[in-house]
Antibody, heavy 119, light 109 residues
Framework: QLQLQESGPGLVKPSETLSLTCTVSGGSISSSSYYWGWIRQPPGKGLEWIGSIYYSGSTYYNPSLKSRVTISVDTSKNQFSLKLSSVTAADTAVYYC???????????WGQGTLVTVSS | SYVLTQPPSVSVAPGKTARITCGGN??????VHWYQQKPGQAPVLVIY???DRPSGIPERFSGSNSGNTATLTISRVEAGDEADYYCQVWDSSSDPPYVFGTGTKVTVL
């Protein structure tokens, strides 16, 4: 059973870069069976897809965030990461790392990590 | 971008049936996935490809999709079903391609 665990700072200052890592266990991040991604949820609000990365290395980002987002994979550590630059208070949210099978849905979710943007 | 609309809330008595709708333009031509999110927890996939259940999800959860509406049905509702439910589609012609519904809070009376 695939398991995902987010890690990273819980507090980021405005205009700085939010950096999170997702550690994968129970499966290989190099496997063609899965694709990886990030989803966020502002407090009291709904779910927003941030972006995904596929076995081929291709990445796809939400156009609302595209200019500020980078998702990458570190196969040596079985991890993938999220970087979101120039953050504002609007980026305060619980950030989930996710994995999917088949390309359309999100089968596995990390427990989520709250990131607060504040000075 | 593609828009999915859900009712903000649905209330149901224990043992009854809850139906949660997800409206979208010609959603019947797309595959719909449903997630359950209990307070303070990550979402869990409960229905995928309109009506399939992942292992471990009770048969009380079922789904359908036709026309402009997809529906998640929870039969014989239990107190433990109280949660937020989100529909989601993947639409290759939309940007973003992954879209979530607005979410529905199910309250068990």
């Amino acid at each position: 059973q695939l398991q995902l665990q987010e890690s990273g700072p819980g507090l980021v200052k405005p205009s700085e870069t939010l950096s999170l890592t997702c550690t994968v266990s129970g499966g290989s991040i190099s496997s063609s069976s899965y694709y990886w991604g990030w989803i966020r949820q502002p407090p009291g609000k709904g779910l927003e897809w941030i972006g995904s990365i596929y076995y081929s290395g291709s990445t796809y980002y939400n156009p609302s965030l595209k200019s500020r987002v980078t998702i990458s994979v570190d196969t040596s550590k079985n991890q993938f990461s999220l970087k979101l630059s120039s953050v504002t208070a609007a980026d305060t949210a619980v950030y989930y790392c996710v994995a999917g099978v088949g390309g359309e849905k999100f089968d596995y979710w990390g427990q989520g990590t709250l990131v607060t943007v504040s000075s | 971008s593609y828009v999915l609309t859900q009712p903000p809330s649905v209330s149901v008595a224990p043992g009854k049936t809850a139906r949660i709708t997800c409206g979208g333009n010609n959603i019947g031509s797309k595959s719909v996935h449903w997630y359950q999110q209990k307070p303070g927890q990550a979402p869990v996939l409960v229905i995928y490809y309109d009506s399939d259940r992942p292992s471990g999800i009770p048969e009380r959860f079922s789904g359908s999709n036709s026309g402009n509406t997809a529906t998640l049905t929870i039969s014989r509702v239990e107190a433990g079903d109280e949660a937020d439910y989100y529909c989601q589609v993947w639409d290759s012609s939309s940007d973003p391609p992954y879209v979530f519904g607005t979410g529905t809070k199910v309250t068990v009376l």
